[in-house]
């Protein structure tokens, strides 16, 4: 497409035809409350230090919970973990039942149906458009170390899947 114009829709269509994990983030919010966000837009950036990042919608309800969190947990999803991926994405509907959760360091819970967990303290916001880039600094990370224990969740042009037969 040469034209800056952009039909929204079909660049969403084109963007899904990536195949990605899911995550869900969680920050506190308040006291002894907790927000979660589903996220697919999650990428490592950097090693050394550890910096990985997610872009965050501005026009997101919950955009103003994630955009102060000094720190935040990245929950990245097992094929279990669908239904905490519905949840997370409905509309209004960020609320986190901490019973439901596993206590983290930092403090932002993280969920039993995670492959992996990256516990975040914030290192740098950059304008992305109508989303914000948030990047953060790893400062603790706990993953399934059995590699046949948990498949990961994948989201694939709008629908959610799992690997179906991983080349060696
Ligand atoms: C698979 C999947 C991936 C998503 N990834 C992102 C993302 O990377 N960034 C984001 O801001 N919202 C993402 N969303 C949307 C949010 O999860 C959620 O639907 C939205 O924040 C709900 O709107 P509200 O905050 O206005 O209530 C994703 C949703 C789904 C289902």
Redesign the pocket.
């Known amino acids: 497409m040469a034209s800056d114009a952009v039909d929204t829709r079909e660049f969403r269509n084109a963007l899904g035809c990536f195949a990605?994990g899911?995550?869900?983030i969680t920050a506190l919010d308040g006291k002894d409350e907790a927000a979660g966000?589903?996220?697919?837009?999650?990428s490592a950036v950097s090693l050394d230090p550890p910096l990985v990042l997610?872009?965050?919608?501005r026009?997101?309800?919950?955009?103003a919970a994630?955009e102060k969190a000094e720190s935040f947990t990245i929950n990245v999803l097992g094929t279990e973990g669908a239904e905490i991926?519905?949840r997370?994405?409905?509309?209004?509907?960020?609320r986190v039942d901490l019973a439901a959760t596993v206590p983290t360091r930092l403090g932002p819970p993280s969920f039993a149906e995670a492959l992996a967990v990256f516990e975040c303290v914030k290192h740098a916001h950059y304008d992305g458009g109508d989303?914000i880039i948030v990047v953060g600094r790893v400062r603790d990370f706990t993953y399934a170390r059995d590699a046949g224990a948990m498949e990961p969740l994948l989201?694939f042009r709008?629908r959610?899947g799992a690997i179906t037969g991983l080349k060696s």
């Open positions: 990605t899911v995550t869900v966000i589903t996220v697919n837009s999650f997610w872009s965050l919608s026009s997101a309800e919950r955009f994630f991926s519905s997370f994405a409905m509309k209004g509907e960020s989303h989201f709008g959610y």
